[in-house]
């Protein structure tokens, strides 16, 4: 409860400026500064970073522990300066011949000024642009010790990490909670150099061999004649590459799925995707699937919820990430492997581990926890850390080695060229955030952006100039060493194993692993993305392939089109469904789940504080909601602060509805209402149209709604019975709370939506 106080806290500041709270620690600023309503004037050091930015680890001139700060680094001194450290008394005004000009050439500071703002934007990542990322700290359980000789998964090893999580297809300013796939992205800065586990939040790919990999992402970018439309798929030129290239069917699956929208990144499960291989101490090898298993849960939005963050709020899985590690709530991950024997065939129960487009089932091999991450600092500037992290499925470490797979080894080759461009040369290791945590003695020298002041004659081996410098290290010096995989003498040829041949057998396990509201799910985001594509070629060819996945889920599209249903050109397989896959029928953790409680003046306040502080201890968010912004006020009961008001709350931001209405005095309740409640927001005649909208909002994507003293207005206005599904009514406040708390467990009202008139099986 303590740090989800703070974010409440935060929020209640909206408004007020920077506070004086903090400041007056620090050396040389004056503890009665005032909050921001005027420009400080005294000279004082750089404030600090806040306190949420305070990495464990903190970065330093070499990336490792011992060097200077970060802020010593960049800026140093109370003073304005050039990039040359020439202190100067102003930054408003051009050096001009006389107050009316002309602007002087002579004018370095202009110039030098003007020059690097012209410079400040470095080409977006081609893909995965738009992303998120923080600090944290990675533990080893020691689970792993027969399979594997990595040192940071051994036994209560703490290993630096930073994360990003991204969309693919959106630029950097486009909205976060669009359908698409999400990147997983994390560095271990291990003891034994970085490990990079470049993953995504679906555990397949669109493609098998990387050399598709240009036109799988020319397809579901904007188109090139009028760059639109921005971050998605439901355009013609992604849906006629995936009806033509059915490969990517089992993929589509699974965006068109509620995979697609997840509610947050904390609520997401990650995926390596490759099967890659794991080295013994002894030499032995394992073939490995990495997972990310969420603490808080796998949860996902609803598309019309999705949508609508889109416009009201395009940050909100940033800001959900940076907002939870502020409030101390750090979001919490295991890591788990499947493991499976490195056997020649390399395939699983008939499941070629080759190929990307196909899972395991959990239940056929089940994940083994390795290790816990923790997000528990945000990055201190967003340019330095977040966009210039530089990932590469070739990082690895003693003990994780590759696969063939065909899209990994494409990849080996991707991440380091596009770095290049990306970050302007061949030195972005030295970037702070890039720099490995253990020692770095390489032979790479010179290039743009070179920071190091190498010493030294002899960047070259073997060499006798700098005494031998650097040596090799042996298997016991933790040197990386390629397992000696065998590789099977054969043809060259641009061809695949048959065993890709199967598009889908696992999209078909997949929509039979699904729940009935699920499957409704897909169908209606099937039905909406083709309903935006102009050709009908497109659409009548996608008809074809969901026909090899399920005649309903085929037929339900092609009715929501308009369009014939066409019969599959292939037996359909009998799979077997994988519960794992399913993110209903489970009870998950309700702390971090954000209650708007709406209320007005004319409520019990006594009863609001009392739910509002329940909620905190449950570990949940509680945000008031009210006519107008400020405090609330009532004789008997503490004052109770506002955090959203009716102008600028929205269903969407909340997980569950909380209604205080206005209680009716003994007196009143044979009678009519009273003045007080009739002049409440809650039970006034009309109900505000903003709550009426917000409840059915609420109700529409199933969420939990409850409400005590007559709450039942409100929801009468807004077509909602009392005894709908997961309303709670009641004179019981603190009841009321509990019953929505259990109905968040299952995270949403799941048979609030339409039920499928057949199942589909
Ligand atoms: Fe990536 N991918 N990718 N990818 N990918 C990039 O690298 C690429 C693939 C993934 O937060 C790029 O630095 C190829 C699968 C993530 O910075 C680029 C292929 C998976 C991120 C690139 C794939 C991913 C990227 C663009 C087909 C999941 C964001 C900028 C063989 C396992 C990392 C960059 C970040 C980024 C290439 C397929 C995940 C161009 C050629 C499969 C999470 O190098």
């Known amino acids: 409860p303590g740090p989800v106080k703070k974010i409440v806290d935060k929020v209640m500041d909206v408004g007020a400026g920077l506070t004086p709270a903090g400041r007056a620690d620090i050396p040389g600023v004056p503890a009665s500064m005032p909050p921001t309503v005027e420009e400080p004037v005294e000279p004082h050091t750089p404030l600090p970073a806040k306190p949420d930015q305070d990495v464990p680890t903190p970065l330093s001139a070499t990336g490792r522990t011992d060097g200077p700060s970060k802020t010593v680094r960049a800026q140093d001194g109370a003073f304005l300066t050039s990039a040359q450290g020439a202190r100067l008394p102003d930054t408003d005004h051009s050096l001009k011949a006389g107050p009316r000009g002309p602007v002087l050439l002579q004018d370095h500071h202009l110039r030098e000024k003007v020059m690097h703002f012209d410079h400040e934007r470095i080409p977006e990542r081609v893909v995965h642009a738009r992303g998120a990322a923080a600090h944290g700290v990675f533990r080893g359980y020691g689970t792993t010790a027969e399979v594997c000789k990595a040192a940071f998964l051994a036994k209560d090893v703490d290993t630096p990490v930073f994360v990003r999580f991204s969309t693919v297809l959106g630029s950097r300013g486009s909205a976060d909670t669009v359908r698409d796939t999400r990147g997983f992205a994390t560095k271990f800065y291990t003891s034994e150099g970085v490990f990079d586990l470049v993953g995504n939040n679906i555990p397949v790919f669109f493609i098998q061999d990387a050399i598709k990999f240009p036109d799988i992402i020319h397809a579901g970018k904007p188109h090139p004649d009028r760059e639109i439309p921005q971050a998605q798929s439901a355009h013609d030129t992604f849906w006629d590459f995936v009806s033509l290239h059915t490969e990517a069917t089992h993929h589509t699956l699974w965006n068109m799925s509620d995979r697609g929208i ?392 909340f997980d569950a509805l909380l209604l205080a209405g206005a209680p009716v005095p003994a007196a009143d309740a044979q009678g009519g209402r009273d003045a007080k409640a009739g002049a409440s927001a809650l039970a006034a005649t009309p109900v505000d149209p903003r709550i009426v909208l917000m409840l059915q909002e609420a109700y529409r994507h199933a969420k939990p709604i409850g409400g005590w003293d007559n709450a039942e207005a409100a929801l009468q206005a807004a077509g909602i019975g009392a005894d709908a599904l997961g309303v709670v009514t009641g004179s019981d406040s603190e009841a009321v709370l509990r019953d929505i708390t259990a109905l968040l467990g299952a995270h949403r009202v799941w048979d609030r939506f339409p039920a499928p008139s057949e199942s589909g099986a």
């Open 262 to 653: 997840p509610r947050s990144f904390r609520t997401m499960e990650g995926f390596g995707v490759h099967t890659f291989r794991l080295v013994s101490a002894t030499g032995a090898t394992t073939l490995v699937k990495f997972h990310w298993k969420p603490k808080a849960g796998v949860h996902s939005l609803v598309w019309e919820e999705a949508q609508m963050i889109s416009g009201m709020d395009p940050d909100f899985h940033r800001r959900d990430l940076a907002d939870a590690i502020e409030a101390g709530a750090h979001p919490q991950w295991e890591l788990g492997i499947q493991t499976f024997p490195d056997t020649p065939e390399q395939t699983f129960q008939g499941i070629d581990l080759l190929d990307p487009t196909k899972i395991v089932p959990e239940e056929l091999a089940p994940v083994q926890p390795v290790g816990l991450l923790t997000l528990n600092a945000n990055p201190t500037n967003f340019f330095a850390e977040t966009e210039q992290v530089a990932f590469h499925v070739g990082h690895l470490v003693p003990g994780i080695d590759i696969t063939d797979d065909a899209l990994l080894a494409g990849r080996l080759f991707s991440y380091l060229d596009t770095q290049i461009t990306r970050l302007g040369g061949p030195n972005f290791p030295q970037i702070p955030i890039n720099r490995p945590h253990a020692a770095v003695n390489d032979m790479l020298r010179d290039g743009f952006h070179q920071d190091a002041v190498h010493t030294g004659v002899a960047p070259y081996k073997p060499n006798s100039l700098d005494g031998g410098c650097p040596f090799f290290a042996g298997a016991g010096d933790h040197a990386y060493i390629e397992h000696p995989t065998p590789i099977a003498a054969a043809a060259k040829v641009r061809e695949a194993s048959a065993s890709f041949d199967d598009h889908f057998s696992q999209a078909r396990l997949f929509w039979l692993s699904m729940s009935p509201a699920e499957r409704e799910h897909i169908i209606a985001a099937y039905t909406f993305e083709l309903g935006k594509c102009y050709e009908r070629a497109i659409k009548e060819r996608t008809l074809l392939v969901l026909a090899n996945i399920d005649p309903y889920l085929c037929r339900q599209v092609a009715q929501g089109l308009g369009l014939p249903t066409p019969e599959a050109s292939q037996p359909l397989t009998e799979a077997q469904p994988s519960p794992a896959l399913s993110q209903v029928s489970r009870t998950w953790p309700t702390a971090g789940r954000v209650i708007g409680i709406v209320t007005d003046g004319t409520c019990d306040l006594g009863a609001v504080d009392t739910v509002r502080r329940s909620v905190l201890a449950g570990g949940m968010v509680p945000l008031i909601v009210a006519p107008t912004g400020g405090t609330l006020t009532g004789e008997g009961a503490d004052p109770v602060t506002v955090q959203r008001s009716f102008a600028t709350a929205r269903s969407v931001e």
